[in-house]
């Protein structure tokens, strides 16, 4: 119990010393965002900072913070070093520069941020990268909804039948304005999260279960190695490249730069906090790491979370359990294939202020997303998971190259370069050794994936030494 309540401490104090460091370094001012320069009626919206925030932790979150953390935690306590520092020093700073980027760049997509920071070929990857991501979690927050669905309602309205009511909502969410269906039920869902995770903590406390203390060890049940399987797998809870193509829609209704430590920041710490109660809760619950391996493998993710919440809260707990794995993944979904519509809109410099527009490039994204969700959860999630992570790798380069031409002093870019490098051999070691990937033995993969990440960041000062003397 100590090192979950000192984890908890050392995110908040993230948040107001090594956030406060971040913001200080990028420099926010009083210009006019893009919401109050030009808003369109349909994604340039002016909206209230706390309903912002809350928009924004719904968007990142869904289930991630929850399904990540309870798969992460089958490594062992070990996850909680990666859930608090990962957030602070990697997740937040990620979060944050991709927001405040794209408010400075008008609300841009962030395969837009990387062409102008990394260069032309990378913004082509990246667009077409990104659109993939965003589909696959669609499709993924698509599946587990509806099958929990499935489960709770009469026989004749089947997975399939969810499926297709929720791809109706998608339909309805991409196109509205921001502020008509997200902008209203966000916040609602989003406090939901918040009270699920704080009555979770509570039951494991009045419960007298034992949240065992930090070990360094892999507790693994198959010892999978913590890296970089731990570091993929948690996702959501410590980084994630798929909160890079959220920010961009906030950082169109945001009404001040001066708020973006609260917004991008801050809704990266709280979901750090929620994983860390999630990742605290699985271990403690199921006794062991392997009893929590035998339950994910018996009840799925979203059984693990209903057991767990029926159990610590009661009747209460079952209600609160099902708004969570069911609204909170269709609430990323959702914005993920809106994020997908903006990003090709920008691609394309498509106007979306008209709806005809707008349905054109919603319906085949939509169609995809579909067909997509007849496939394996688990295989989906996978790919999604280590896409997720490069995604985020790119961002941190790009953000990294803004501060080498924006900040006051050069080394602060190493606030985004070194976390960069480091999910640079993440990302590079995985694919090397996963399943879904090439399946090469540590011995080899190891010292290649050191070597990318070498490579990337000698890269990067070749970059940084062709930037000198360029600032904007």
Known sequence: MITFIVAIIILLAGYFLYGKLVEHVFRPDDRPTPAIEHPDGVDYIPMKTWRVFLVQLLNIAGT?????????????????????????LGGAVHDYMSGMIS?????????????????????????????????????VFTTSPAALLARLTPDWANT???????????????????DKLIGKLYPIFGGVLIVMAVGIMIGLGVGGYHIPELQLANLHPSDKPVFPFMFITVACGAISGFH???????????????????????????????ALVWAAAGVAFYGATGGLQNALAEMGQSGVVYDISVSLLGIAGGAMAIIGVVVCPVSSGDTA????????????????????????VTIPLLVVGAVLTQLD??????????????????????????????????????????????????????????DEGFKISSAIAYPIGICFAA??????TVKCAKSKGKSE
């Not at 913070?65 to 935690?73: E, K, R, T, V, W």
């Not at 990104?130 to 499709?139: D, F, K």
């Not at 990294?400 to 490098?421: D, G, I, Q, T």
């Not at 490579?455 to 990067?460: E, N, P, T």
């Open 455 to 460: 490579a990337c960041f000698a890269l990067y």
């Open 337 to 360: 294939f809106r994020s997908a519509r903006l990003t090709i809109a920008d691609w394309f410099r498509i106007d979306q202020s008209k709806l005809s527009k707008r349905i054109s």
């Open 64 to 88: 991630g913070p929850i399904f990540g953390a309870l798969m992460g935690a089958v490594f062992g306590p070990v996850v909680f070093l990666w859930i608090v520092f990962g957030s602070i």
């Open 244 to 274: 890079a193509t959220q920010s961009p829609m906030m950082a169109r209704c945001i009404k001040s730069e001066k708020h973006g430590r609260r917004v991008f920041y801050g809704a990266m710490i709280s979901e750090s906090v929620i």
């Open 160 to 178: 399939l039948f969810w499926v297709a009511v929720i791809l109706v909502y998608y339909f309805l969410a991409t196109l509205l304005p921001i």
């Open 377 to 434: 959860f688990d295989v989906v999630w996978r790919y999604f998971s280590w896409s997720n992570q490069t995604l985020a790798m790119i961002t941190l380069w790009a953000a990294a190259m803004y501060l080498v031409r924006n900040a006051e002093k050069r080394w602060y870019s190493m606030m985004c370069a070194l976390p960069a490098a480091f999910m640079s051999a993440v990302s590079c070691t995985y694919i090397l050794m996963a």
């Open 103 to 139: 408010v400075r760049m008008n609300g841009v997509s962030v395969s837009e941020i990387v062409g102008k920071y990394l260069g032309k070929a990378a913004k082509q990857i990246m667009r077409v990268f990104s659109v993939i991501l965003l589909i696959l979690v669609g499709a």
